[in-house]
């Protein structure tokens, strides 16, 4: 059975020191460039404390932590290096761990927003991530999802032809309508679930 969650480490391990360099049309820097929309919404809302899974460098924990320097922050990452990046940053009021997105090591009820960017397609079991989300998040806490989707044909396509055989761990791509099922099923209300484009997405839920 293919490990995407080893061949996602491979993959990010490798690209970790020059990921905030990418340029142009590459595949690092349109997903950098689409941040933005969950730092937004992220600010629609006060909140204390936040974790960034599947954080990367540290990008957007950055960002928060320039506008909002008074919050307790915590990102984590399965690349090492990714999260070496990250440390080296020294972000005030930040955290970065190596860790699972489908088992997270923190407390019940331990943060009052939960985000994750441009990784949720990478996860195999994607009920076990969202089981993990619903325990650490507070009551009333949020969960905001952003990712990449695309038309019904092209996820068939990429999910049940390209992924199996890429040697890559993109594990499966989701449709606005299955993932906001996955929320309720896993006790959120949903509150916002909205295409950005063609492909990509967002939705937030509250605990």
């Not at 006060?46 to 919050?71: A, H, W």
């Not at 998040?137 to 990449?148: E, P, S, Y």
């Not at 055989?165 to 309720?184: F, N, S, T």
């Amino acid at each position: 059975m293919k490990d995407y969650k080893e061949l996602s480490k491979i993959e990010f391990n490798r690209e970790a020191q020059k990921f905030d360099n990418a340029k142009g049309i590459d595949i690092y820097k349109v997903c950098q460039n689409s941040y933005s929309y969950i730092i937004d919404e992220v600010k629609k809302e006060e909140f204390q404390s936040l974790v960034d899974v599947g954080c990367g460098t540290g990008n957007s924990i950055e960002l928060l932590s320039k506008e909002f320097p008074e919050r307790k922050y915590v990102g984590i990452d399965l690349a090492e290096n990714m999260i070496a990046v990250a440390n080296k940053k020294a972000i005030k009021g930040a955290e970065f761990l190596v860790g699972d997105a489908e088992n997270l090591p923190f407390e019940e009820g331990q943060f009052d927003t939960l985000i994750c960017k441009e990784s949720f397609h990478h996860y195999p079991n994607v009920e076990n991530f969202f089981k993990s989300a619903y325990k650490v998040l507070k009551t009333g806490g949020r969960l905001i999802i952003l990712d990449m989707t695309i038309l019904a044909l092209g996820r068939w396509i990429d999910n049940h032809i390209l992924f199996p055989i890429m040697r890559k761990g993109d594990a499966h791509v989701y449709g606005l309508h299955e993932v906001e099922l996955l929320y309720i099923s896993a006790g959120f209300q949903v509150e916002r679930s909205e295409k950005l484009g063609n492909m990509r997405f967002i939705i937030c839920g509250r605990k």
